[in-house]
């Protein structure tokens, strides 16, 4: 018997962590890749999950086992009218609107594509575990096991999607498969069903109206569940925008997270709920000293885990401990859900808005650490709140604050240094008063920051739902510099001898140098027009001649602020060019807007991060390329990327278009290049016939693609698990 509620609990997991990236990528093509297309469908799937939860809990609660299992039979029924789970192209049309109209048609079409069958499986966790609750089985008294065998089954999809069924299957095979699985899933149910109607005792089914535990208790459940959901989100920021944009590296924390349940939820403890109480702190202030000194070296992301990691094991171990009766049972997992929620929703949508850094990780870690005196192992009551838990805190920031106030002179590194010693020094006396530990340790982090200095000295700072964009100056090279995270986006120099001279990927002596030498060496009454897919600081505008006109697309407004102020980048500003415009929104959605055979050049420059935006690299993306290009038009793609290889992708591309295509990897930089501002790179050149390309044709500096096995990318299908690279490329 546990066995079949069990394997239904593990499907329905699977159906579940599968449905919500196979959904996500299917947007794409329709809404772009902007934050909030992803934010939006993350907040609809959790908002999707807490009302299965609701539902749960009221069926329990006001019905009996029998009318439970005929509601949820005809539940089931009717979301088989709304399978296949796919997109509903219908509700948008080709283009939808920006703004809150396009939110609007965005959730529309989630609910209609997979809301239904995504909220019927929803279902499935709390409403059989409380079945089984009431079997008469041995093991339903504790039927919290079968919450492991739950997250075991997220587990599973988790690590399946992006290695195994990602880069084998295409969107629309994925969702018929999902469909077939969604069948065998209600018949595994309605097993559950008859089994538990048979199985019970009598009376224990019998509907009681909604039993709800303590106001207290309760919100102490939801913040149990807030906190590692929170600090989830907050690890896999900061490892991905400020130690290594890896691709996929999200997937460990997340991992790790779901681990912990099945950890706690065991019959038997594997760890030691105290141990972990106990190593918590000290973890805490190891970490601390690692971002107190600024330190984000790749051989670091171990401790940040091993931290996280710990931090969930305590929170969820708390949770655990404090599992109520089975009579309470859907209320304890309406609280997991809802605090799940409020995590989410804080670390997506109302961080970026609040906070110029990733302050939410910082934040979530001082939470987790105050969790600790909830519960002693003897029973005794915490001590209350003294005036040392807040006046040491106090001292500890106006001391930081003082001595790290700049980042030059002694004040910065030294400073940085004194007052990380004394934090520790500090909170190790006092790692028994959690709340005086964690709020010194809080303190030293909030004063310091966590991101100051990465990247050379800061400028300017400020972070959107995009990520955190971050305008440094370089005292070496004298130059002022964009990044992302830690991807450079752009660089000028300082000198007003070299203010107009493109640097970094963009170099005169590179790739895109040679590009623009072959554009501009066309006969004059030639098409002029050019079109820049990311903006970046502006510095492809430094090739704009007299009489050309230019238009860049870039989807995040911050990034045309910055590269519109004149005390930060002045590219745009001493763009010669006739014209040039810059249209805010996803590239792919905006360029179907232009005028059909308008562009003589499009330059993309989108792929130089971790999550490079899929969609613009797909065989229907390429088609609108070529669409908006003018007669003997070259499309150019900056493939310079630390960790994904694009060039197979490219010359698959080519092929399946019959385009000719030739690629240029430009390294091994001289000591002086690398001086002058140049950066290594890798373009890729496209064109209807090998004539277009000019002299790039024959320059041995300009290679065809190295073949190479592997499907085109498309709308229905594309992975980079197969061109993920560990060593360092540009």
Known sequence: MPLLF??????????????????????????????????????????????????????????????????????????????????????????????????????????LSAGVPFFAVATTAPLLQRWFAGTGHRAATDPYFLYGASNFGSLTALLAYPFVIEPNIALARQGGLWSTGYVILAALIVGCAVVAERSSPPGFHKAEGPIRPEAGRWWRWVWLAFIPSSLLLGVTTYLSTDIAPIPLLWVIPLALYLLTFIVVFAHKPIVPHWGLVRALPLEVMALALVLGFGLVQPWLIPLHLLTFITAALVCH??????????????????????????????NALVAPVIFNRVAEYPIALVLACLVVPVTKPDGRPTRGLGIGDVAIPLVVFGLTAALIRDDQGWTGPLGTMLVSGLVTLVSWTHRARPVRFALTIGAALMASGLTA??????????????????VTEDLR????????????????????????????????????????????????????????VGLGVGSLAAYAQPG??????????????????????????????????????????????????????????????????????????????????????????????????????????ARDAGLACRIRSDRNLRPEERLAGKQESIWAMMADRESDLGGMATDPKWAPPRPRGGSVWTDDFSSITGHIILRRTP
């Open 477 to 532: 090279s004298q130059s002022h510099r964009l990044f992302h995270g830690r991807t450079l986006h752009g660089q000028q120099s300082l000198d007003p001898a070299r203010r107009r001279e493109p640097l970094s990927y963009f170099h005169r002596s590179g790739p895109i140098g040679q590009v623009f030498d072959e554009f501009q060496a066309r006969p004059s009454e030639a098409e002029r027009t050019v079109a820049v």
């Open 548 to 653: 050309e006109r230019w238009t860049f697309y870039e989807i995040d407004p911050a990034v045309l602020r910055i590269a519109s102020d004149p005390r930060d980048f002045t590219f745009l500003r001493d763009c010669r060019a006739e014209s040039l415009n810059v249209i805010i929104g996803d590239a792919r959605l905006r360029l179907r807007e232009a005028p059909d055979h308008h562009y003589a050049l499009i330059v993309l420059d989108a792929f130089s991060a971790d999550a490079i935006p899929m969609h613009l690299l797909t065989r229907e993306a390429l088609a609108i390329y070529r669409r908006k290009l003018a007669g003997q038009g070259i499309l150019a793609f900056h493939i310079s990327n630390r960790s994904i290889e694009l060039e197979s992708v490219l010359g698959a591309l």
């Open 453 to 470: 200095g990465i990247n050379g000295r800061v400028l300017h700072q400020e972070r959107n739902f995009f990520g955190v964009l971050q």
């Open 6 to 111: 069990a394997l239904t609990l593990l499907l329905s997991a699977v159906l579940l962590f599968s449905a919500q990236p196979m959904i996500a990528k299917a947007v794409l093509p329709q809404f772009g890749g902007a934050p909030a297309v992803w934010t939006t469908c993350m907040v609809f799937f959790q908002a999707v999950l807490l009302a299965g939860y609701v539902y749960a809990h009221a069926m329990t609660g006001w019905l009996g086992i029998r009318r439970q299992a005929v509601v949820h039979a005809a539940l089931l029924l009717v979301t088989w009218f709304f399978l296949p789970i796919g997109i509903v192209e219908e509700v948008t049309g080709s283009s939808p609107a920006t703004g809150t109209s396009t939110t609007g048609s965005l959730l529309t079409m989630l609910f």
């Open 317 to 346: 171990g708390e949770l655990a401990r404090d599992r109520p009766t089975t009579q309470h049972l859907t209320e304890f997992y309406l609280a997991i859900a809802f605090g799940g929620l409020l995590g989410g929703t804080f």
